[in-house]
């Protein structure tokens, strides 16, 4: 369920003379509010990306481990060890 939020964010100093730099005329973005949606959009982008990169890697050494280091086992046997897991 998709829900609007708005935000109120001050800025002051160097932060907002960037911000500035960046909106209006001269700027890349029209309004501040366009310039945050892209900053959090690249921020999800990034997050996501390390998400890849760990399951890429986890992967990776899963399957470079000898074929005799498996093991076979069952739904309910996974199941538990997720659950014993923390949470990361």
Same mark, same amino acid.
């Given at each position: 369920?998709? /829900? #609007?939020?708005?935000? =109120?964010? /001050? &800025?002051?100093?160097?932060? @907002?003379?960037? &911000?500035? $730099? =960046? &909106?209006?005329?001269? @700027?890349?973005?029209? =309004?501040?509010?366009?310039?945050?949606r892209d900053?959090? +959009? +690249? %921020?999800? !982008?990034?997050? !996501? @990306?390390? #998400?890849? *990169?760990?399951?890429? $890697?986890?992967? *990776?050494?899963?399957?470079?481990?000898?074929?005799?280091s498996?093991?076979?086992?069952?739904? %309910?046997? &996974?199941?538990?060890?997720?659950? /014993? +897991?923390?949470?990361?």
């Amino acid at each position: 369920m998709s /829900r #609007t939020m708005t935000l =109120n964010v /001050r &800025v002051s100093g160097v932060l @907002g003379e960037f &911000v500035a $730099a =960046n &909106v209006g005329d001269d @700027g890349v973005y029209e =309004n501040v509010s366009e310039y945050v949606r892209d900053l959090i +959009r +690249r %921020d999800m !982008e990034r997050a !996501e @990306g390390e #998400t890849f *990169q760990r399951l890429k $890697a986890e992967l *990776q050494h899963a399957f470079a481990a000898p074929d005799d280091s498996y093991q076979p086992l069952d739904a %309910d046997t &996974v199941i538990a060890r997720g659950r /014993r +897991r923390p949470a990361s």
